[in-house]
């Protein structure tokens, strides 16, 4: 998905009777739009504002989805492994700044520099999943034991010195789970039951094991070309921490009301407390302790999760106490932009829903023109437009591609989210594009000498 993100309008005064009509409004136009089957709740200082279900739990017996409906939240987990390491410190039985080889003596030597708060900031040099051979065609479907995972890490390379530089690693919070194991002497899925879970009163959430049945369990599907498949199997033994835990948006909210009343998480500034921990950094968006951290107006910490059938936003806004919470059963949707949507509904004064394009399906010449990899400033982005199906298709960087459909003369847009692209042609030969969205203009360069 691309996330280009933009400052608000002017700032209204927050609502709740005037929102639900746009919320509701909205969500029937990305379920009709955009395949979104899920839920969706916000909440303002520990009150309910907006909760409302659409779609299918089981498309296959036609079951519809209703609130507080089970599904997998894979990376929103990381906001709990953080908080649990943030208590095990409050107690004395870590420090954040500790070499995590002091906890996890099996890792390689090679990994000596990295500390707890390199794991917790994604700033280790740990790769991603990427960095593991065969990891989705093979180990993302095994069983995997403690020993079997540590040596997958440890066959890794570091992609720079730690502490350095930003690399989001869900393999760094596998280390953080093993970390809190051998200081508390449990599991993790026993040290989060009885350090968060049973305190918050938690029922609904829990550890997923890939071939436990789970009651109240939404199915998940997968997202292929506009149409729903089943999704692809995935074993979690490898993402204990990163991603191996199911909830409800009803319990999330509870989650969210911790963070916001700082009960459980005892710090005289939570906010400042995951801040510090920054390096300098000139952008609008930091990864701290478990979350996001969102600077410009209004100003948020929040975490989005994906996994094959399921994607997941919790966001929380520490100056108006309002939580956004956006759950679904499906696989490959543009969630952060559906949560920049639903922030523009909640702040913005004269926001408008994005409305409808509907495809030119005039004759398109020659559509492999377009086709090709495109530079961003300062060769940071790269945007490929490719040919499948005589249809475009546009792919920034690792995340997932998404159709692109023609408007008119080298004009494109796209129905998963919400931008345009328009290409410049010299001498008959398209030379870039301008990427569109939400009052910003990024322009890309044709590659022609490959990158």
Not at 74 to 95: N, P, W
Not at 129 to 158: C, F, P
Request: with cysteine.
């Amino acid at each position: 998905m691309i996330v280009l993100m933009t400052s608000l309008g002017h700032a209204k005064r927050f609502n709740g009777a005037e929102i639900k009509p746009q919320l509701a409004q909205y969500m029937a136009m990305i379920a009709e739009n955009n395949h979104f089957s899920g839920e969706i709740l916000i909440g303002r200082k520990g009150q309910v504002v907006f909760n409302q279900s659409t779609g299918l739990a089981s498309i296959e017996h036609n079951v519809a989805l209703k609130p507080q409906a089970k599904y997998h939240i894979s990376s929103i987990t990381k906001t709990m492994t953080a908080g649990l390491i943030v208590m095990a410190e409050q107690e004395g039985r870590l420090d954040r700044n500790d070499a995590v080889m002091k906890y996890v003596p099996q890792l390689d030597e090679k990994f000596s520099a990295i500390t707890i708060a390199d794991l917790l900031s994604h700033r280790s040099g740990l790769p991603h999943h990427e960095g593991i051979s065969d990891y989705w065609a093979i180990k993302s479907r095994l069983v995997m034991t403690r020993a079997q995972t540590l040596a997958v890490i440890n066959a890794m390379k570091l992609k720079f010195t730690p502490g350095t530089e930003f690399h989001y690693s869900s393999p760094g919070y596998y280390l953080l789970a093993c970390v809190l194991e051998q200081v508390y002497g449990q599991s993790l899925a026993e040290i989060r039951r009885k350090k968060i879970l049973d305190r918050l009163e938690m029922a609904d959430t829990g550890q997923l094991d890939s071939l436990d049945i789970i009651p109240g369990l939404a199915n998940g599907y997968h997202l292929v070309k506009s149409e729903r498949k089943v999704a692809p199997y995935r074993n979690y033994s490898m993402l204990t921490g990163a991603g191996d835990m199911y909830s409800t948006a009803g319990d999330l909210m509870k989650w969210a009301n911790e963070i916001h009343q700082g009960n459980l998480l005892i710090h005289p500034d939570w906010l400042g407390f995951y801040a510090n921990d920054a390096l300098d950094d000139p952008s609008d968006r930091h990864y701290d302790f478990g979350w996001y951290r969102q600077n410009k107006a209004p100003a948020s910490r929040y975490h989005g999760g994906g996994t094959w059938g399921y994607s997941s936003y919790l966001g929380l806004y520490p100056d108006s106490g309002i939580t956004v919470i956006i759950l679904s059963n499906v696989s490959r949707l543009a969630i952060d932009e559906m949560a920049n949507n639903i922030e523009q509904i909640l702040f913005t004064e004269d926001y408008k829903l994005p409305a409808e394009q509907t495809p030119n399906h005039g004759k398109l010449y020659n559509i492999s023109q377009y086709t090709g990899t495109f530079i961003g400033p300062d060769r940071q982005m790269v945007l490929r437009i490719f040919e499948s199906d005589q249809s475009l298709y546009a792919k920034l960087g690792t995340n997932p591609a998404f159709e692109i459909f023609f408007k008119k003369d080298n004009q494109f847009f796209a129905k998963k989210i919400n931008i345009e692209l328009s290409f410049k042609s010299k001498d008959n030969q398209i030379v870039a594009l301008t990427a569109n969205r939400m009052g910003q203009h990024i322009y890309f360069t044709k590659d022609n000498q490959g990158l």
